[in-house]
């Protein structure tokens, strides 16, 4: 299975910025980064888990939760197998680890991809003051 290392978390006051990296590797013969919808999901202490954005660039899609709707940016680096989230005017509400993760159904980069995950990384920790 194709596995992701997250960095770039930390802790940022509330306003502040931060940009979320994750580097995919150990793609099966004949799998590319760009087969897969990659992304992030966060999971707060105490909540469920909520899919923050996804992209498929064999799709051209990309998805954003209405709550990071503005805020943040995804990005991807096919020749790197990187994919990047760019989180900006940062909230306390955005506090929680940040997982990378994908799944071979590309066409599932929307609302529901989280559903639909196979494979995810470690996370890395967001922490905004307040």
């Known amino acids: 299975e194709v596995q992701f290392v997250e960095s770039g978390g930390g802790l940022v006051q509330a306003g502040g910025s931060l940009r979320l990296s994750c580097a995919a590797s150990?793609?099966?013969?004949?799998?590319?980064?760009?087969?897969?919808?990659i992304g992030w999901f966060r999971q707060a202490p105490g909540k469920e888990r909520e899919g923050v954005s996804c992209?498929?660039?064999?799709?051209?899609?990309?998805y954003y939760a209405d709550s990071v709707k503005g805020r943040f940016t995804i990005s991807s680096d096919n020749t790197k197998n990187s994919v990047y989230l760019q989180m900006n005017s940062l909230k306390p509400e955005d506090t929680a680890v940040y997982y990378c993760?994908?799944?071979?159904?590309?066409?599932?980069?929307?609302?529901?991809?989280?559903?639909?995950?196979?494979?995810w990384g470690q996370g890395t920790l967001v922490t905004v003051s307040s």
């Open positions: 150990g793609f099966r013969s004949g799998l590319t980064f760009d087969d897969y919808a």
């Open positions: 993760a994908a799944t071979l159904w590309r066409y599932k980069c929307g609302s529901s991809w989280l559903k639909y995950l196979e494979v």
């Open positions: 992209t498929s660039v064999s799709t051209g899609t990309t």
